[in-house]
């Protein structure tokens, strides 16, 4: 049996502050929604909370009301917001990479020492194992990107 219990809570900020915490939420959300197919209504909760504040911020255009969904939502002018382009673009190329690298260490470990040996390694073996791969593919990728990374042929993989 889950017990929740509500917290009174009031917590006082500035407007600025809550445009901050506006942006924070949206990449949250953005974060959150981008992949996944599971039911968010915690979130969303939350989100709409913090949006309808808006009400308390005379002139602000940062969040909308649609009548017909009853939603609050960022304004057209707030998804152009400099600021959380380069927040997701930066966290958008740093997962890309850290994926990869993460991905093809796997893939060598596993070749390099299979499967069994890897169970049969210490903790600190196996992250000095991937450490020195992950050194390699950090260096080759921050030199050249994607210029070297090619998928060779089945005839090429039997060799």
């Not at 039911?39 to 989100?47: S, T, V």
């Amino acid at each position: 049996m889950c017990i929740s219990y509500i917290i009174p809570m009031e917590i006082t900020i500035s407007n600025k502050q809550y445009e901050k915490l506006v942006k924070l939420i949206y990449l949250g959300m953005w974060i959150v929604e981008s992949h996944d197919s599971k039911d968010n209504n915690d979130f969303i909760e939350i989100e709409q909370l913090i949006y309808s504040q808006i009400k308390n911020i005379p002139g602000s255009q940062m969040i909308q009301y649609d009548e017909v969904t009853k939603k609050y939502y960022p304004s057209i002018d707030f998804d152009k917001d400099d600021i959380i382009a380069d927040h997701l673009d930066n966290y958008d190329e740093n997962c890309f990479w850290d994926e990869l690298i993460d991905r093809l260490t796997k893939r060598d470990m596993l070749k390099k020492f299979g499967l069994e040996n890897i169970h049969n390694m210490s903790h600190k073996e196996v992250f000095e194992n991937e450490k020195e791969i992950i050194a390699h593919y950090e260096s080759a990728f921050e030199e050249s990107g994607v210029l070297k990374l090619f998928m060779k042929s089945e005839s090429e993989n039997q060799k």
